[in-house]
């Protein structure tokens, strides 16, 4: 197995700096042998964050307010569409309530789901996952985290290369 870890940090907002730790994995054709033989591709390890980072307040806030908005105007362009000719604020405001019910949904999806359960079968399609930490230090720790798993996993895996033969003992 050959597992190559690269830390990279990205600036997002106004100086704000994103910390990411990025992971190769290779494995060599014996052990990709073994995983065949022994159906090992459903065997995982759990990383405690995902890939991307959560959203920011000002984001969030900036869309409850869109969401807001949009709500008044769809009760205005019902009454605007009787009155006037700006009956058209109805469908601005269904379609800026629906934008933020689905930004919503998919904040919740990610914060639901941050939490990464990296398989087997995920590293031999892809053979490269992504972390996303807070800061430089905690990417460190996760460094760690991610080079204890995949020694485990290693470990695993060679300990699946043969069956143990039948023993006979006394207790």
Known sequence: ?????????????????????????????EERAIIKARDLYQQYFTVALGPTPPPRATVVIG??????IGAFLIPAGLIASFVSSYGFL????????GLCWIQKQHWDNRSENR???????????RSKFTV??????YAKRLDDEIREHLSNLKTFIKAATDIPAKQTFEL
């Open 63 to 68: 869309t409850a307010i869109l969401g807001v």
């Open 115 to 125: 939490v990464q359960n990296i398989t087997i079968k995920y590293l031999l399609d």
């Open 132 to 137: 996303h930490a807070e800061n430089a230090a």
């Open 90 to 97: 109805f469908f601005i405001g269904v379609g800026l309530v």
């Open 1 to 29: 197995m050959r597992v190559t870890i690269e830390h990279r940090e990205e600036t997002s907002g106004l100086n704000r700096k994103d910390s990411y730790v990025d992971c190769t994995v290779e494995f060599s054709e």
